[in-house]
């Protein structure tokens, strides 16, 4: 892959695929036991009135696409799949990027609906 410094035979396998846009994008990370893995949606750019929001004052977005899911605990099996579009709290989980693309991990429990 050209500006990785990776040969294309040294990828790692892909966990899970997701479509986004037009285009399909793996995401390499495996959440252990009651753990997922969203992809946030991107901020409101402009307010239902048609006020542009600046930078500093947007929201972080509490809905999100599950990427990756965990194994579920050993008492207590999984409700969200890989694809379903969740609300979760405005403070849960923790952030991480991963390949420039910014991710919530969190766990099941925080997530509050599946839309």
Same mark, same amino acid.
């Given at each position: 892959?050209?500006?990785?410094?990776?040969? !294309?035979?040294?990828?790692?396998?892909?966990?899970?695929?997701?479509?986004?846009?037009?285009?399909? &994008?793996?995401?390499?990370?495996?959440?252990? %036991?009651?753990?997922?893995?969203?992809?946030?949606?991107?901020?409101?750019?402009?307010?239902?009135?048609?006020?542009?929001?600046?930078?500093?004052?947007?929201? #972080?977005?509490? #809905?999100?696409?599950?990427?990756?899911?965990?194994?579920? #605990? #050993?008492?207590?099996? &999984?409700?969200?799949?890989?694809?379903?579009?969740? +609300?979760?709290?405005?403070?849960?989980?923790? !952030?991480?990027? +991963?390949?420039?693309?910014?991710?919530?991990? &969190?766990?099941?429990?925080?997530?509050? %609906?599946?839309?």
């Amino acid at each position: 892959m050209h500006g990785t410094g990776l040969d !294309e035979g040294t990828l790692p396998q892909a966990k899970h695929q997701i479509h986004t846009n037009r285009f399909y &994008m793996s995401v390499n990370i495996k959440p252990l %036991a009651d753990r997922v893995v969203v992809e946030p949606a991107a901020a409101e750019e402009k307010t239902a009135s048609g006020i542009i929001i600046p930078d500093t004052a947007k929201e #972080k977005p509490q #809905k999100g696409k599950v990427v990756a899911v965990g194994d579920g #605990k #050993k008492d207590e099996p &999984m409700t969200v799949k890989v694809g379903d579009t969740v +609300l979760y709290g405005k403070y849960s989980g923790t !952030e991480l990027s +991963l390949e420039d693309q910014d991710y919530m991990i &969190m766990r099941e429990s925080d997530i509050l %609906a599946v839309l």
